[in-house]
């Protein structure tokens, strides 16, 4: 029973893994559209410069987030002055 068990969950883990997979190719083609989408939106006037501007640093402010959450350790405490 417990070899059939560990079969099983190989069997799921590899089902869970070949899921992940197609995810993330849904995810890549997705996001291949974004550009297309605000060309059509700035072109029909639903999207202005500003907007797009603002869209970005929203973006890199996220990125920047992320990295910062991806550190593995904290920075030092500086030494405070009396």
């Given at each position: 029973k417990a070899a059939e068990r560990r079969a099983m969950a190989e069997a799921k883990e590899q089902e869970m893994r070949?899921?992940?997979?197609e995810m993330k190719a849904k995810?890549?083609?997705?996001?291949a559209t974004i550009p297309q989408a605000i060309a059509d939106a700035m072109r029909d006037g639903n999207m202005g410069i500003l907007d797009y501007y603002t869209?970005?640093?929203i973006s890199s402010d996220t990125e920047m987030?992320?990295?910062f959450s991806n550190m593995v350790e904290p920075p030092?405490?500086?030494p405070k002055h009396s």
């Open positions: 070949a899921y992940e997979q995810l890549v083609e997705a996001e869209l970005k640093n987030r992320k990295s030092k405490q500086l």
